[in-house]
């Protein structure tokens, strides 16, 4: 009977509790929904006043050295004096500026390098990819003595391919003369075969030690830079949408709490009272 008795004084307790929220968020309604609502009305007009960032997308095939590259002084140097960004600030506050305003990133499956990059106008966020790529593409290319390497290089594999042809086409004909039934012609054949393939090899080599000299350029580009149509930043629904949530957030749990108190405060009234009637009816067990 007693457990009966304490699950059903439970039951009426936790009815009691979520009848008591209800009560709560029924007394503060005006405050819970205006609050929020006024909040994000306001981050949605501060957000029309926050300037505009739009952001210009170029694509190629190049991996994280090139990546780096766009970030250097040798690249963003010559944009600045191509594009007048220096705007009386020091070199250095303008070339942090500018990096800060490119991004690179580099996919790990398809090894594409993505340039991003924000301005306050369409045009002129074009107009910075642009320049960043023109001035990557020289940056990339080798110079002084390690562009006069390859150069060397390449006259040598290119001279190596032509000695090979030559030599390729004078056993392509004694082959044609002499017959594949011969004996000699099984030696002049497996002799044919290798200089095809040290033409293969010098035709690879060359055609490494060209794209060495010329670094990156427009070859690799698979998307140009946008143009953007719309904004990027600030992104103002979202700010507003996000500001109403967490001040309703805010709103509740401080509802909540200023509940809590209050009834502290009655349950402290409550508890005086018992004990005084405790107090007053102590003389009763002694009889």
Sequence with gaps: MAEEVRRTV???????SFLDILVTVADNIKLLIIGPLFVGLCVLGIGFMLPLTFQSVAIL???????????????????????????????????RKLRDQIKTAVGRNDKLLTLTVSSH?????????????????????????????????????????????????????????????????VELARGYAELL???????????????QLEGVSDAQLVQSPTLPQKASQPKKALMAIGATLAAGFVLLLFVFIRQSFRGMTANATASEKLAHIRRSLGWASSF
Aim: a negative charge.
């Design 10 to 16: 439970g039951i009426r307790q936790d009815e009691v």
């Design 61 to 95: 095939q190049a991996e994280q050295p090139t990546a780096s590259l766009t970030e250097t002084a040798a690249v963003l140097d010559p944009v600045m004096a191509d594009l007048g960004l220096v705007n009386g600030d020091s070199i250095d506050e303008a070339r």
């Design 121 to 185: 106008t369409a045009q002129q966020s074009q107009a910075i990819a642009n320049a960043v790529l023109l001035h990557t593409y020289q940056a990339s290319r080798p110079k002084g003595t390690v562009r006069a390497r390859l150069e060397v290089q390449l006259v040598e594999a290119q001279t190596r391919l032509k000695n090979a042809q030559e030599a390729a086409a004078g056993l392509l004909k004694r082959l044609e003369s002499n017959g594949s039934g011969a004996n000699g012609g």
């Design 197 to 211: 393939g040290a033409t293969g090899a010098a035709q690879n080599q060359i055609s490494a030690l060209e794209a």
